[in-house]
């Protein structure tokens, strides 16, 4: 550890003893996922895009955005907004 890493040093008292807490910055490498990785993306126009290695599979959200169209104007038609016909 270099002195010019140290970004903060602080003196914390826990009651009993003193403690020092020092803060250094570090550079690492990461290291690469493997083999078995997923990336999932969650969007508005499609409700996942998720690829495995080098398949793609989208789940598209028409249909969630049809219903959520559907029973906002339904609950619209209710006059009291807490009623159970509303939920």
Sequence with gaps: MDVQNVQQVRAIWTGD???LHIVCRVETQPEPPGD???GIDLGI???AAVTIGH??????GGALKE???YFQ???A???DTDSRQAR
């Design 17 to 19: 003893e003193w403690e």
């Design 36 to 38: 078995r990785v997923a």
């Design 45 to 47: 126009c499609n409700f």
């Design 55 to 60: 398949e793609a599979l989208l789940y598209p």
């Design 67 to 69: 219903d959520d169209y």
């Design 73 to 75: 104007k339904q609950r």
């Design 77 to 79: 038609k209710c006059g």
